[in-house]
Every structure is written in C-alpha cells, then in structure tokens.
C-alpha cells in the first residue's frame, strides 16, 4: 500500500515555492504576506496579551463525550431549543459583552435582531484608520474567463479556489488553472464531462498545490494531477446519487478529504494506491437524515504549526441548520463540541472559519461561528492530558446580517453583509475599521447548487432558503488575501501596509488624517497594521521618518494654500487651523531642533504664519512642556506678545522660561515700565541671583502714600500684596512666583531678608524718615497679613541662637513701631498683641515681652472715653484673650474694665472660664446685638451633656427670673423653651407673667399649633383651665380670630367656653360651639336672633343704599345661618324635617301624594330598564344562532336525484339547477317543478323537499303553518347549475291574518329557540304580547281579550316572570 502523493510530485513543492513568490510580486505584495499572519502570531504573543479578553470560561472535560451516532440519533427539528452537555456555555452573563466605542459595530447588547438593525450607523471610521483594504481587479484571469466562455463554451464562472495556483470552476464543467502571472496554465475537463455531470460546484486544493478536487452539481467528484493536467479519479459513488456537490475540501493529510452534498451529508474520502491502482474509499460522519449540514471547514495548519500538538486530531468543523458540531477525524472519530444556534432567522447562513491566534502565551486555534448578526468565537486547547477544551470567548453583535466570514490575520476579520459590503473588524476591540462596496464585483452565488436543481431539486425546502445566499465557493482566502468571484471577473482584497495607508491619505489630500494615523503606529494603536517589524524603537524611528517628511509637506503646503488676498483674519484662520498640527507633533515626536530651525525658518517667511507660531508656543511654556528654547525665538516671542499689547501673557510666559539668554536689563525695563512686577522678581531672581533689589523697587513705591497717610491706589495694592507674598516666599525657601529657591542659597536668602526689614533707615533716606521704615510699611499696609507670614516664618525657624536673635529682634521692632506710636488703630494694635500671645503660650517660648504692655494695651482697647470703633476693640480684645493673652492679665480687673466698657462678649468669654453661666443669661440680655441668642444658650445649657444639675439649676432660675423680658423678646421661643425642658412649670411661668398683653401672646405660642412651635402637643398635659384663660384672653384681645383658633384648638371644655364667649357677646363664636356640642336648633336660634337683631338695626337706620355696610352684615350672617343649615339638615330625622316647616301649610297636604309619586316613578323605571336589557340580550342571542344556521354548508346524502334517480352530474347537459335541502336530500329543479313541490310566501317561490313533505300536500293553509314548524319546508337550500340563475315564482299569496308572516329559515330559527327554552321564552312572551296588541289601543293586560290570548301564557300559574336589577350608572 501506498500513500498519496507519490514520490512523481516531488518536484512540485519546489515549483509551489517558487511561483509563490512570483504570485506575490505579481498582487505588489510584500515578500512575507504569504506568512503574514503567523509572523502577526508572534507580535501578538509579545505585545498584545494585555488586549486578552478575560471574561471567558472554559466548558469543562465530560466523562464520556458524546459518540458521532448519539449526535446523529438526536431529534434535529427546528422547533425544538437544543441543550449544551454543559449549559454554562451561552450564559451569557458570565461572558464579556461590554459595549465598545466602535465607529460601526453595534452594541454588543442581545436581544431583538430587528432592533439592532434599526441602530443608527456611527459615522465612518476611514479619519480614524485610513483606507485598511486595498482591492484590484486580476485583469489577466477576468479577461480569459470572459474568452474561455465565448471561445471554448466554458460557461459562467461557477467556484474559486486559491493557493499557490488559481483555479476557477465554471458552469459546462471546465477548471481552468492560473499561474500566479494571471497566465492560464491549464484547461481541465472538457464540455462533454460538464454536460454530463454538470456545473463545477465546489473545488479544492491541497497544501502542496499537487492536487484538485472538483466536485459538481450532479454529484461526481473528480481528482487532477495539477503539475500534469491527469485526471487521476473520477468518483461516483462516494454519496448518496441525486445530491450536489456543495463543499469538498482537502485535510492537512493529502489522503484524507471532506465532502458535503445537497442531502445535508458529510462524508470522509480517503485516498489510497494499491498495486499503481488509485482508490477512493467513502465514510459517512453525519446523515443528512438527522440534521442537514450546509457547512463544513477542517482546521489547517500551515509548515510553521505542523508540530502543534492540535493538529493530530485532524479537526473538522460542520454547521447544520442548528447546531455546531466540531469533530476529530484522527486518531478515531470524536466528537469534541456541539453548540445550538437557538432561534434563527432560517434565511441566513451559516458560516465557519478557523484561524490560529496568540491567547494566554500560546499559540491555538479559534474557530469563528455565525448566523445572521452574532459572531462567536471558540477558542480550541489541547491539555495535557491530552483532551480537547473549548472556551467562549465574547461575540460580536452587528448590525447586518452576514453571508461571508474570513480571517484575514488573527486579529483582523473581513465580513461582507448582505447588502455586498465588506466590513474589516477588529476582533479584539470589536473595532470596524473600514466599509467597502463590493457591488461592482457581481459576485456569483451557488443558490443553484443548494437547491440541487442539475438534480431535480429534491432538496429540503430549509436548505433551499439558506442557499439564496450562499457564496461559500466564489470566495477563498490566501497569504492574507481574499479572492472574489464574480460572474465575469475576479478581485482581490488584501491589507495595505502602514506606509500604503499613510500615502493613501496623503494622496486625498488629508495631510492632518495621514499625520494621525502614523502617530498610531508610532505608538502602537493603530489596528490591522502590517508592515512594521523589529522591536518598538525601530519601529518607531521608522514610522517617526515618515512623519517628518509628511510635515515638511504639510508646511510647505500650509504655506502654499494661504490665500494672497483678503482680509487678514483669513490668513490668520488659515494658520490657525494647520500651524498648531506642526507645533503638536514636532514636540510628540521630541523634535524641538526641527521645529525652531527648519520649521521655524520655513514659517518666518510669512509674518502672519510666524505670529500664529509663536502663539501656539504658549500653551505648552505654561504648563512646563516645553523648555529651552532658543534664544532667538524667545526673543521674537517676546516681541510678538509686546506688539500686540498682551503684556500679561508676556509675564506668565517669563515666569515659566530660561532667560538667561535674554538681556536683563532690556527685560526687567519692559517689564517695570509694564507694571509686570511677577516677571521683574523672576528675573532678578533666576537670572542674577538677586533677592533685595525688587523689594527696595517695590517699598519706593508704596511707601510714600502710606506715610503720608493717603490711600493706596488699586495698582500699589497689587504691588503691596505681591511684595508680601514675596517676603513669604523668600522666608520660606520657595522660590516666586512658582518653584523653590536652590537649598544652598535658602539660609542665604532668610538672612538677606530679615536684615532687609530690621534696617533703621532705607538707603536713600530723607532726614524726616522715621526708624524701620520696611517695618513700618508693613505694618500699615496690612498689619494682620504681615504679623501672618512672621508667624509661619517663626514656625520654621530652627532653636539656634541666631534664630532666636532674630524673632527678639524683629517683636522689640515692632513693639517700639506700634506702641510709641499713634498713627495705629486698636484692630492694628490688637493684631500686634494677638500675635505675641500666640507667640508666647508656645511651651518652646524663647521671646521676652514686658507684661505692662499688655496692661497698657486693655487700657487702651476698654477706654470709655473713645466710643468709636465699640465691636472692633471688643473683637480685637476677644483674640487676644483666645490666644492666650489672658495669663497677661489679672482676671477681677479685666471683668470689671470689660463691664465698664461693656464688652459682654469679653465677660461671657471670662463666665464661661468660671462656669458662671447664670451671669451669661445677663450678657445676652444687655448686648443688643445678640439679646435673642439668649434662646439657643440656654436650650444648650439644659440639655448638653456635661453641665452639673447646680449648673443647670442656676440657669433655669435666672431664666425665670427673666421670663416677662424674654417673653417681650420673643414669645415664640420663650413658650418652645418651657415647654421642652420645664412642662411641668407652666402654671408657675403664667403666674410670673403679671402683664396680660404677654401673658395672651405666651399662651398664643404655646397653644396655638399654627405658631410653629415644635413641640408634641400630647406630651405637654395642659390643663383645660390654662386653654381657657387663653380663650377667655383671645376673646379680648382679638375676637375676630376666636373661631379659627377653635377650629385647631384642642383640650377645651364646651360648657365652660360657652359660658366665656356669651360673656364677651361674640355670638357667631357661640353658635359655633353650641353646633359643635351638637346643639343645632340653639345655634340656628342664635344665629336667626342676631339676624333679625341686624335687620332691625337696618330698619331704625332707615334708608341705606346697598353698599352701607350694615347690609353686608346682614348678608354675611344670612349666609353663615344658611350655612349651618346646610351642614347639619343630613343628621335631621323625618319627624324634623317635617317640624317646623315641612309638616305644616300646603306642602303637608300634598306630602303623600309626591312620596307615592317618586315612589311609583322608581319602581316603572326599575322595570323599563329591566326589560330593555332582556330584549337587548335575546335579540344578540337570536340573531347569532340564526346566522349560525343560514351560513351552515349542507352535505347531500346521495349523488343522485330523489326523484328520478338519476345521478345529478348526467343530466347537466340539459343546463338544470341542482337544489339541496337541509335534509340531504338531492333533486334536479327540473323534477321538483313537476311534482308541484313549492310554495309561494309574500310573493317569492320557495321549493320544499318532496320526500319530506309528500305526505302534506292536500294539507290547508294552517296546517301548511304547522309544517312549516315542524321543519318541512326547508330553510336554506343550495342551488347549483352552470347559469347559476336562481329560481323564480310567478305569484304571490295574499295571507287574509294581519300577522306578520315569517319566511322558513326565520321559523326554522324561532322553533329552534323556543325548544331550547325549558319554560317560557322571552321570544314567546313578545309573540304573546305582540299578537295581543290591538289596532286602536295597547293594553297588554286587559281582560277583553279574545283569541289566542284565552290561552295566553300569563295565565299559566306557572309562570313568573324573573327581574333582574337594572344597571347600575354611575353619577
């Protein structure tokens, strides 16, 4: 035995090599695109594993997978939800489904497919990536397919297979073989094979391109020698006979092949030699009779992965209408995985392609998955134990629905939708990267072979829908190329390289698009990138070169395109839109000698583009990005800024940048002359080392002013504050205005500057100078903010003797400046003295101050001769003794000079220190500016924690003692503070409050809960008597408020209130209460005397117009007295109704006779709306059956006449109708007419059954009546003829009753009613009732009747008639 291929072919490895690469050259390919994607392999292992989706899960190993036979064996019907042996595997919850910022891709969301198609599309992505796909048409091979069709008879292209060679199969039967120079190379088959097994539909070549496969539409399967052009098989039996050919493929091994045909089987073909004799043996792996396969791919591994150790179990993915099935073929045949599709829409297509990826530091197949929109992806793994493991990773929603999925490298896809365009994804982001329309290709689809119809068409009608879009043979992918058939051309897609793209863009035109994408490659963003190999710093000196060169073109170009006319706003927009893209990218690619020589140069040509330049500079200066400049550019945008009068910029430029190149002085004059007092610090500072220089510049100007005792201008109050936080700074060892002081020059500095404020004159100074000038500025410049940076400086200040000489040193300074001077305010003073206490309560305390001082300064700040400036010398004195100036002083003088002078802030500050709280109260009360603080105090005292009940005690008694003063202060708060901590007191509180004008308003805050007081109501327990007293105090003191006060008021007693305001006459009030104790007839008394009261006012007043208020009085208490009517006439019963009014006068008389009125009214309307509902309900009821029976179909018993016996269909030539009757008996009209069976009823013939009502005919008119009911003359009959006339009567009999006479089918229906009634219906009463009417009057009961109402049924002692309630109608 001997395996194929045999040793003749091993010269054709040698030519695949060779014409590989000469394929290659041809499509202008690089000279590695052919092992492009496993080169990409590698970079992804080394860069891309961060990228790795980690939301995935393994499905775990089962103990006994599944056998091939058990799949087969399963129930494959679409209607039914298929079950993964581990279901885990579509939970989608535990698997990454994040939406991503793509430009196309849709959410990853699930759910209705319609939905997603109704997404809007994001805009494209081509700004983003560029143009990815570059697509040509192979113009050799298109031209010859069109010429082997008009000179050969070749046929339409049909399928397409692509390796080292192209082969094309056509519609005659013919493959015609190209080489890689678009040369045709071979013509295999012939016309007369094609006639006979039809059109090549599907082909297939072996990795070693030695080896055909031809499959065609009537199922034969042909092998060809392709170095020789041999026909080496030609196989017929390898499947069921009568199905298409709709995949072969080759495996990895040479021998072994896969085939699928249009009956949804798969079979394995195995090719052996025995004896020079070639075989080909045939193995079924999956029965079309138990799910129809439509898709099929074995895994291949190119020469770099034929070790990989999943490549012994030959896998083989397959697609059946619903599920997946992946299988290994070798060692034995297994089945690895199944996975249902779930519900479909049955008219896409299944698609499979594998692909070898780099996933957790390995290299493994992934086998892409879809129908419709979804894409899943399986990642393979072998274990070492040697079993198969499959893992999920995330799918992709889209948003079309695919035909066509390809793997154009392991991270990139091409999908191409129904509509025919291409979508290049980037599978790890979900990315689209481009559309391309591929209308123009024509692509041909293989809806034919599908459907079988070389065959006759006996496929499934659910694989004939799949295959109106199936492509799977016009497309085959290669070395990173995907070939597309069309009926009359073939084209080729393939990546561009990183520099083709870039070029592309630039051939646009879009210079800022093309500078984006290669600032994505340099940083390794870009997706689908191709070309750039070696280590990242090669690649990204490469891609940096490229970028340089495009900006010397775009600046070249900026230049170009400026318009040379127009308004200088133009030009400058010009600028502005493309100068800063140099600037950015010059600094990201860390070419500052670019920019500030050749770019720099190039710009200066035009003035406009160089100041737009130099403005774009400042940005990056300010945020510290960009330093050392050249000199010659910070000069020039120095100048730029000066010339167009933005001398602030010019200063935050200064702070930020190296001017020891520039000319300090020529800078420090602008920026003096500027007011640019930041940049002047700054360079004296950086570019000489000097420090005092700027604080002599800036005390010459705002010292002369202050001496003078003028006020400061809003230009020397800057500089004053710029000069402090100068000082701050340099005392600090920070640097100004940002930045710190080198550490060496720190000490220096500190030194420099103390000994610059401690000088006793300045260095000009006049002969009038007072000592310490500095100091002195200082101090009336801003005494607390000055005395602020000593204190932080005296914080930093080491325990060193120098040190502690200089903090001495600068307090004597400023005791001798402020103290034996009086240009000082008390606040100025009292900050001075805050600062030494605070200085001195340190425990590390070194100063020395004289204690007299402070003496001398609280009989300075409590002197009552001076009333001016009261609060400011309290507060200032306040801060003193919180920093801990009061140890200075003696306590009992100090609360008597602060009585004096009445600081009661300050006596409640030295209370508080001896827990004196009681004395507090008092502080509150006199201080008029905090008096109803007094409120929250004393609520705090009495019920803080940590105050003794002495304490607590103390308070509450001075508070009493207080009560009528904080009553008059404020009420409201005075009745929430007794009632929340004293309740219990209130009787105590109301005898203490003597004034009965306080008394009513603390008993108005307490009662009345429309105060606002929060308190519980319920927890207070007021006695009656207090509610009362504050009734009776109301009544007094407003009584126009009495009654809503009542309406809200609780806990008071009826009589007892009653009794108050009869006291006070306030009637209204009274009739209230008297109304509310349930008293109507007292209140309704009262309310009609006051009425007449007021009407007879009126009448002694004598004539009064209308608008004399008097009259609204009357009108107002008329309509409260109605009122009061109103609101209690429900609760009267009828006896008082009737008394007084209602019993008495006419109305009485005729009393009983409304009543019965109403109540006959009642019970009639009671029975017409009964009656009309049974009506309604019968009439629906009757008119549904009788439809029911006129539209019932009727069933002859026979086929034949009744009559004659002659069977209806011979006589149909004398053109007779054919009449059917509900009976089932048959007759032609022709017979009917001569036995006489009709009967004429108002004026219309209608034909009766003649074996039904034979019997009858002598009958009379009443019993003619009775047989009608018994159903003889038929209600419906069915009239057939080929002139489909109906038939006619002649005449019409005139019935003598003046009954209305019913047609059969309507007493057909009444019988049919009455026999399902079991006592009287409904339909008889109304017959009863209807025949009873008389022609001149309606009495339905009158005993005169005569008739058939003798024997009426309302005579029957059984009847009763049954009522039902009338319904019930909503107001």
């Not at 979804?374 to 079309?400: C, M, N, P, W």
């Not at 109106?468 to 070939?483: D, L, P, V």
């Not at 009775?1266 to 002139?1283: A, D, F, H, N, Y």
């Amino acid at each position: 035995m001997e395996n194929e291929p045999d040793h003749e072919n091993v010269e054709q490895s040698l030519c695949a090599k060779t014409t590989e690469e000469e394929l290659n050259k041809s499509f202008n390919l690089e000279a590695s695109l052919s092992k492009f994607s496993y080169i990409d392999l590698d970079k992804e292992l080394e860069f891309k594993n961060d990228l790795i989706d980690d939301k995935e899960f393994d499905i775990p190993q089962v103990d006994t997978p599944p056998t091939l036979e058990s799949i087969l064996n399963e129930t494959d019907d679409e209607d039914e939800s298929f079950v993964l042996e581990d279901p885990t595997l579509l939970n989608i919850d535990t698997i990454d489904s994040h939406s991503y910022d793509t430009s196309s891709v849709a959410s990853s969301d699930s759910g209705d497919r319609t939905n997603l198609k109704r997404k809007k599309r994001l805009p494209d992505s081509f700004s983003l990536h560029g143009s990815v796909m570059r697509h040509s048409l192979l113009k050799g091979i298109s031209a010859q397919i069109v010429s082997a069709a008009d000179k050969v008879d070749a046929g339409l292209p049909t399928a397409i297979a692509v390796s080292s060679l192209i082969a094309v199969g056509t519609s005659h039967g013919l493959a015609l073989i190209f080489d890689q120079n678009q040369a045709l190379r071979l013509c295999l088959g012939s016309t007369s094979v094609g006639g006979q097994y039809g059109a090549i539909s599907a082909l297939s070549i072996n990795n070693d391109c030695s080896r055909l496969l031809c499959g065609f539409a009537k199922g034969q399967i042909t092998m060809w020698d392709l170095a020789s052009g041999k026909l080496l098989r030609s196989i017929t039996d390898a499947h069921p006979p009568g199905t298409a050919i709709l995949h072969i493929k080759f495996t990895d091994d040479p021998t072994l092949a896969i085939c699928n045909d249009s009956g949804g089987s798969v079979f394995e073909l195995t090719f052996k030699r025995v004896m020079g004799v070639r075989t080909c043996e045939s193995r079924c792996l999956f029965s079309g009779s138990k799910g129809e396969v439509c898709c099929i791919e074995p895994l291949h591994s190119k020469p770099d992965l034929k070790d990989h150790p999943i490549t012994q179990f030959s896998l083989l993915a397959m697609a059946s209408l619903t599920k997946i099935l992946v299988i290994g073929l070798k060692p034995s045949l297994k089945v690895w995985m199944t996975f249902p599709y779930g519900r479909m829409d049955p008219s896409s297509v299944p698609l499979l392609a594998w692909h070898f990826v780099a996933a957790h530091n390995s290299v493994n197949p992934m086998l892409a998955f879809c129908r419709g929109d979804v894409v899943h992806f399986l990642l393979v793994k072998r274990d070492e134990s040697g079993a198969i493991h499959v893992t999920k990773q995330k799918h992709l929603h889209l948003y079309y629905d695919l035909i066509n999925f390809t793997w154009i490298n392991s991270r990139t896809v091409v999908l191409l939708d129904s509509a025919e365009k291409l979508h290049v994804i980037d599978r790890q982001t979900q990315e689209e990267l481009e559309t391309v329309e591929i209308s123009e290709v024509q692509l041909v689809y293989n809806s034919s072979h599908f459907k079988s119809l070389a065959t006759g068409g006996n496929v499934s009608q659910a694989l004939a829908l799949v295959g109106e879009k199936a492509c799977y043979q016009s497309i085959s992918s290669y070395g990173g190329q995907i070939f597309y058939l069309g009926t009359k051309s073939v084209y080729v897609m393939m990546l561009r390289s990183w520099r083709e793209r870039v070029d592309h863009l630039l051939k646009q035109d879009c210079l800022t698009e093309a500078l984006a994408l290669a600032w994505s490659f340099h940083e390794g963003k870009a997706k689908a990138v191709v070309g750039l190999s070696g280590d990242a710093s090669k690649r990204k000196a490469v891609v940096a070169d490229r970028m340089v060169e495009i900006l010397f073109h775009y600046t070249d170009r900026a230049l170009k395109k400026c318009p040379d006319q127009g308004k200088i706003q133009v030009m400058e927009q010009h600028f502005q839109d493309m100068v800063p893209v140099i600037v950015d990218y010059c600094l990201l690619l860390q070419r500052k000698d670019l920019l500030f020589s050749q770019m720099y140069d190039k710009l200066s040509e035009n003035s406009v583009a160089k100041g737009v330049f130099l403005e774009c500079l400042e940005p990056y200066i300010l945020s510290d990005k960009l330093v050392g400049i050249t000199p010659q550019v910070m000069k020039d945008l120095i100048v730029h800024f000066q010339d167009k009068k933005l001398m602030e910029n010019v200063e935050a430029l200064i702070v930020h940048m190296d001017i020891t190149s520039l000319d300090i002085q020529q800078v420090v004059l602008m920026c003096w002359e500027n007011h640019l007092y930041d940049a002047m610090i700054y360079v004296y500072n950086r570019g000489m080392n000097e420090f005092i220089s700027p604080m002599e510049k800036l005390f010459k100007v705002i010292a002369p002013p202050l001496n003078a005792g003028k006020t400061l201008t809003d230009e020397q109050v800057v500089m004053g504050n710029k000069l402090l936080v100068y000082i701050s700074c340099c005392l600090a060892g920070r640097a100004y205005p940002l930045g710190d002081i080198p550490e060496d020059l720190v000490p220096l500095v500190k030194n420099q500057v103390f000994e610059f404020l401690i000088r006793l004159h300045s260095a000009e100074a006049s002969p009038q100078e007072e000592i310490y000038p500095y100091v002195r500025t200082l101090l009336h410049f801003d005494t607390r903010e000055f005395l602020n940076v000593l204190a932080l400086t005296f914080e930093d200040f080491k325990n060193d003797k120098q040190a502690v000489e200089y903090q001495q040193r600068i307090v004597d300074i400023l005791l001798k400046v402020m103290v034996e001077n009086s240009d000082f305010t008390p606040s100025q003073v009292g900050c001075l003295f805050t600062f030494l206490a605070r200085q001195l309560a340190k425990p590390d305390n070194t100063l020395f101050v004289n204690r007299t001082l402070f003496d001398q300064v609280l009989e300075f700040l409590c002197s009552p001769d001076d009333d001016s400036r009261h609060s400011e010398r309290q507060q200032v004195l306040l801060e003193l003794l919180q920093a801990g100036g009061i140890v200075q002083f003696e306590e009992s003088r100090l609360i008597r000079m602060a009585e004096k002078a009445e600081f009661y802030q300050i006596c409640e500050f030295m209370y508080e220190r001896e827990h004196q709280y009681d004395k507090i109260i008092d502080c509150y009360l006199r201080d008029p500016l905090r008096e109803e603080e007094v409120f929250n105090y004393i609520h705090n005292i009495l019920s803080i924690p940590g105050h003794s009940a002495e304490e607590k005690q103390s308070v509450w008694q001075k508070a009493m003692d207080h009560i009528e003063e904080l009553v008059s202060l404020k009420p409201c708060k005075a009745a929430e503070l007794v009632a929340t901590h004293f309740s219990e007191q209130i009787e105590t509180v109301i005898n203490k409050l003597q004034n009965q004008v306080l008394l009513f308003r603390f008993l108005r805050s307490l009662l009345d809960p429309r105060e606002g007081i929060h308190v519980n109501q319920e927890l207070l327990q007021i006695s009656p008597c207090i509610t009362e007293q504050f009734i009776e105090l109301l009544c007094q003191f407003s009584p126009t408020q009495v009654i809503e006060t009542l309406q809200v008021l609780e806990g008071y007693r009826l009589e007892e209130t009653i009794q108050i305001t009869q006291k006070y006459q306030l009637h209204e009030v009274t009739a209230y209460l008297l109304e509310k104790k349930g008293d109507v007839h007292g209140a309704f008394l009262i309310m009609l005397k006051r009425l007449q009261s007021k009407l007879q006012e009126i009448t002694h007043q004598g004539e009064t117009t209308r608008e004399d208020p008097s009259l609204k009085d009357v009108e107002e208490t008329m309509v409260e007295t109605i009122a009061l009517c109103q609101r209690n006439s429900h609760n009267l019963n009828q006896q008082q109704r009737e008394d007084p009014v209602y019993g008495k006068g006419k109305l009485g008389e005729i009393q009983g006779l409304i009543l019965g009125m109403l109540d006959t009214f009642n019970y009639e309307q009671t029975l017409l709306e009964t009656t009309t509902s049974l009506l309604n309900q019968d009439l629906h009821w009757s008119l549904c059956n009788l439809r029911a029976s006129v539209t019932r179909g009727l069933n002859p018993k026979q086929d034949y006449c009744s009559i004659c016996l002659q069977q209806y269909k011979r006589r149909q030539e004398m053109a007779d109708e054919i009449i059917v009757f509900s009976c089932g008996h048959l007759y032609h009209a022709f017979c009917l007419q001569n036995k006489e069976c009709t009967i004429e009823i108002e004026g219309q013939a209608r034909w009766t059954c003649y074996k039904c009502s034979s019997s009858y005919k002598a009958g009379k008119l009443n019993e003619s009546s009775s047989e009608v009911k018994k159903g003889r003359i038929t209600p419906s009959q069915l009239k057939m003829s080929p002139s489909c006339h109906p038939s006619k009567g002649d005449s019409a009999v005139k019935k003598a009753t003046s009954e209305p006479v019913l047609d059969p089918q309507q007493i057909q229906a009444f019988d049919r009613l009455c026999r399902l009634y079991r006592g009287s219906s409904r339909l008889a009463l109304l017959t009863e009732l209807s025949q009873s009417r008389g022609s001149e009057s309606y009495r339905p009961f009158s005993g005169s009747q005569s008739g058939p109402a003798s024997h009426s049924i309302f005579q029957n002692e059984n009847f009763q008639l049954q009522l039902i309630p009338p319904p019930v109608t909503e107001d």
